[in-house]
């Protein structure tokens, strides 16, 4: 048996991606800026898209801008929003939990001359509100935070972030990575005060190598990326049909029946999470059902080595993750972990489960197994 509990890291592809990419790489292939039928056939794909994302967030198409995924679009809402209103400010806020490709950024950005103010977090993984509502000044453009926490599952309060925000100086700019919550919640960025939204393709069943920015009207940003002109002079380049059309496809299918995938998946993690409890010196770092994300676990395990259990996991067709999959190839102390206190013994002993569409139970069963095989195995290794 396999099971796959790495969804954070990446997601299979729905049949209905799978077959619309196939479809634009081989049949309609055409370059959508070329003005004869085959390149109006490829152009009305990232139409297609641009408006099934669109309705998923009740937002206007030409707010979408299609990246190459959930990088670049932070790194094109961080630094293209800063260089672009730098004259209004200097000053930029976001949290000690943030993925990689939001800090590193910002410290790009403060060796620009910017300079950040990183907002620490309580045991759950929330900021407090009345330290961001004290940080925010005059010259703050930017504030910059987290949807859903890739390693824990934690949820911010973006709308309450959002309100105090724009309550305390309505030129500042608020930016939510959004690339663990797209898809497992409704998103409305209009309503809730977002103004520029990350998003990545394949955390929801779609292509790698894809995601959007969400930018709403009015709020200034800079390229990037010069050339052609192509999706109104932000983002030049020809456009990644097969990718762009796979992606909208992936998020008209996470929307439809949207509260019976978000249910499934609860269910899964609540499944798992009360069965780690049967298990000795575990420790779950993440909430229950709506308190956190519905799909990721993160688990401690007293007295061994997360690599070690990782790998002897793999070794049974079970795949997990030992932090964010972005940074595996700068191993340390998770900034996350540190942050919500997690015990030092458990620092390096935390293993993060998270789930997709396609997970059932009878994988965490058999993963339960493994875990009760393995467990005193290992401990009395490291002893």
């Known amino acids: 048996m396999e099971a796959y509990f790495d969804n954070s890291a990446t997601t299979k592809v729905f049949d209905c991606v799978k077959e619309i990419v196939v479809r634009t790489m081989t049949e309609d292939y055409g370059n959508p800026a070329s003005k004869h039928r085959k390149g109006m056939e490829a152009e009305q794909y ?182 052609g002109g192509q999706q109104w002079d932000l983002r030049a380049g020809t456009e990644n049909v097969p990718g762009v059309a796979g992606l909208g496809e992936a998020a008209r299918e996470m929307y439809t029946n949207h509260g019976e995938k978000v249910r499934q998946l609860t269910e899964l993690k609540d499944y798992l999470s009360d069965r780690l409890l049967e298990l000795e010196d575990v420790a779950l770092n993440s909430r229950k059902g709506e308190a956190g994300a519905p799909q990721i676990v993160s688990a401690s395990f007293g007295g061994v080595r997360a690599e070690v259990l990782l790998h002897a996991l793999e070794e049974k067709g079970i795949y997990v993750s030992s932090g964010s999959a972005c940074s595996s190839n700068h191993p340390g102390v998770s900034g996350t972990l540190k942050g919500i206190g997690v015990a030092q013994r458990y620092l390096d002993a935390t293993i993060r489960f998270s789930f997709g569409l396609f997970n059932t139970k009878e994988e965490i069963d058999y993963c339960m197994d493994a875990l009760k095989e393995l467990l005193p195995v290992l401990r009395r290794y490291r002893r």
């Open 46 to 227: 990232i139409r297609q898209a641009r408006s099934q994302i669109a309705k998923t967030l009740r937002a206007q198409e030409r707010e979408i801008l299609f990246t190459s995924g959930g990088s670049e679009s932070n790194n094109m809402a961080l630094i293209g929003m800063a260089l672009a209103n730098e004259r209004a400010g200097k000053h930029i806020i976001s949290t000690a939990i943030e993925h990689a490709s939001v800090y590193r950024p910002l410290e790009y950005l403060e060796r620009a001359g910017f300079e950040v103010t990183f907002l620490s977090v309580d045991h759950d993984g929330h900021i407090d509100l009345a330290k961001l509502e004290a940080a925010i000044r005059p010259d703050t453009i930017l504030v910059s935070t987290m949807y859903v926490n890739n390693e824990i599952g934690a949820v911010e309060p973006v709308e309450e972030i959002a309100r105090i925000v724009h309550a305390k100086n309505p030129k500042t700019i608020y930016h939510v990575d959004a690339i663990q919550a797209y898809g497992k919640f409704v998103i409305r960025p209009e309503r809730q005060g977002i103004d520029l939204l990350s998003v990545s393709g394949h955390k929801i069943h779609g292509p790698k190598g894809t995601g959007f920015l969400y930018i709403r009207r009015g709020v200034k940003i800079r390229p990037l990326i010069y050339g």
